[in-house]
T-cell receptor
Framework: KAGVTQTPRYLIKTRGQQVTLSCSPI?????VSWYQQTPGQGLQFLFE???????NKGNFPGRFSGRQFSNSRSEMNVSTLELGDSALYLC????????????FGDGTRLSIL | AQSVTQLGSHVSVSEGALVLLRCNYS??????LFWYVQYPNQGLQLLLK??????LVKGINGFEAEFKKSETSFHLTKPSAHMSDAAEYFC????????????FGKGTMLLVSP
């Protein structure tokens, strides 16, 4: 069974640009969550999608948004990029969400110049 | 308020020695508890999960964790460290079963020397 796939693996952008990251969950998984990992703040929850609906959202500004498609694939968008957005963005999927174990992709490393 | 505390940002052991990584949580209700491992340039891999069925949870790669409600702890152990265990380990909780929000500790880097 294929794992969680995130594309691209690496991205370099400049301040003010926007970026879209993609996540394909494990087949059959309907819940997709996104996390930001930085050396200073550690791992922080961004949002969760289930059946194309955002079910929960972390404490991030509105520049961070996402969506989920009918095939459970998810995208995350960051607009007006700032230097502080440089991070590893991780996507995780689970069957139904809740307390079920989440399985992570290898992440997208975003660098802002 | 910090929900998960991992004691020690770095832990060093010799190959073959006992591994003990500490995790304490702050919750009035026993949360759902997880341990994840992260190797360089990779995502997080689930080691084990506390399901309330048993206080001692066995995971992959010879790791296990014991849930102690009285101490609000969920420490990770492995009897004999291997070089391949060198990685960063994260303890995480889900405080509300209605949501999938994982709250992570700051992580502990495990260093294994020959």
């Amino acid at each position: 069974k294929a794992g969680v796939t995130q594309t691209p693996r690496y991205l370099i952008k400049t301040r003010g640009q926007q970026v879209t990251l993609s996540c394909s969950p494990i087949s059959g998984h309907r819940s997709v969550s996104w996390y930001q990992q930085t050396p200073g703040q550690g791992l922080q929850f961004l949002f969760e999608y289930f059946s194309e609906t955002q079910r929960n959202k972390g404490n991030f500004p509105g520049r961070f948004s996402g969506r989920q498609f009918s095939n459970s694939r998810s995208e995350m968008n960051v607009s007006t990029l700032e230097l502080g957005d440089s991070a590893l963005y991780l996507c995780a999927s689970s069957l139904e969400g809740g307390s079920q174990p989440q399985h992570f992709g290898d992440g997208t490393r975003l660098s802002i110049l | 308020a910090q929900s998960v505390t991992q004691l020690g940002s770095h832990v060093s052991v010799s190959e073959g020695a006992l591994v003990l990584l500490r995790c304490n949580y702050s919750s009035s209700v026993p949360p759902y508890l997880f341990w994840y491992v992260q190797y360089p340039n990779q995502g997080l891999q689930l080691l084990l999960k506390y399901t309330s069925a048993a206080t001692l949870v066995k995971g992959i790669n010879g790791f296990e964790a014991e849930f102690k409600k009285s101490e609000t702890s969920f420490h990770l152990t492995k009897p004999s460290a291997h070089m391949s265990d060198a990685a960063e380990y994260f303890c995480a909780v889900i405080l509300n079963s209605g949501y999938s929000t994982l709250t992570f500790g700051k992580g502990t880097m495990l260093l294994v020397s020959p």
